[in-house]
T-cell receptor, first 115, second 112 residues
Framework: KAGVTQTPRYLIKTRGQQVTLSCSPI?????VSWYQQTPGQGLQFLFE???????NKGNFPGRFSGRQFSNSRSEMNVSTLELGDSALYLC??????????????FGSGTRLTVV | AQSVTQLDSHVSVSEGTPVLLRCNYS??????LFWYVQHPNKGLQLLLK??????LVKGINGFEAEFKKSETSFHLTKPSAHMSDAAEYFC??????????FGSGTRLQVQP
């Protein structure tokens, strides 16, 4: 059974550019969440999607957006990149609408470096 | 609001000795709690989860945790450390809004 797949693994972008990260959940999982991990702030929740609907959003600026497709794959977009956006971005998938009952499976992450 | 506090940022043990990683939680209701492990340059792996069933939860790789409501604690233990256990460990609470709140992490070092 394939795990959560995040692409690309590594990215280097320039300030002001935009970037799109992709996450393919475990087959059959309909919930996808995104997290940002930095040395200073630790792991922080970005947003969660279920059946193509964003159900919850963390405390991040509007430059951070996402979407989910009908096959449950999700993309995250960051526009007008800033140096502080350099981080490991992790995606997690869950089987049902209540992640706490089923648990969350994380991908290996996308390491974004903004220069 | 739900939150977790990991009491030690760094723990060092010798191989073969017990491991104790401490976590306290704050929640207005019975929380769902998790422990995740992150090896260098890797994603997060679920060790175990508590979802209001048995208070003693057994996880993978010999780890277990005990939910103590009276102490608002969810400490992670392992009887005997292995070199491969060296990693960062996160205590996590589900906010109930399909978002996880992570502790600041405990880096476990295992000495030979």
């Amino acid at each position: 059974k394939a795990g959560v797949t995040q692409t690309p693994r590594y990215l280097i972008k320039t300030r002001g550019q935009q970037v799109t990260l992709s996450c393919s959940p475990i087959s059959g999982h309909r919930s996808v969440s995104w997290y940002q991990q930095t040395p200073g702030q630790g792991l922080q929740f970005l947003f969660e999607y279920f059946s193509e609907t964003q159900r919850n959003k963390g405390n991040f600026p509007g430059r951070f957006s996402g979407r989910q497709f009908s096959n449950s794959r999700s993309e995250m977009n960051v526009s007008t990149l800033e140096l502080g956006d350099s981080a490991l971005y992790l995606c997690a998938s869950s089987l049902g609408s209540r992640g706490d009952a089923y648990g969350y499976t994380f991908g290996s992450g996308t390491r974004l470096t903004v220069v | 609001a739900q939150s977790v506090t990991q009491l030690d940022s760094h723990v060092s043990v010798s191989e073969g000795t017990p491991v104790l990683l401490r976590c306290n939680y704050s929640s207005s209701y019975s929380p769902s709690l998790f422990w995740y492990v992150q090896h260098p340059n890797k994603g997060l792996q679920l060790l175990l989860k508590y979802t209001s069933a048995a208070t003693l939860v057994k996880g993978i790789n010999g780890f277990e945790a005990e939910f103590k409501k009276s102490e608002t604690s969810f400490h992670l233990t392992k009887p005997s450390a292995h070199m491969s256990d060296a990693a960062e460990y996160f205590c996590v609470v589900d906010t109930g809004r399909r978002a996880l709140t992570f502790g600041s992490g405990t880096r476990l070092q295992v000495q030979p």
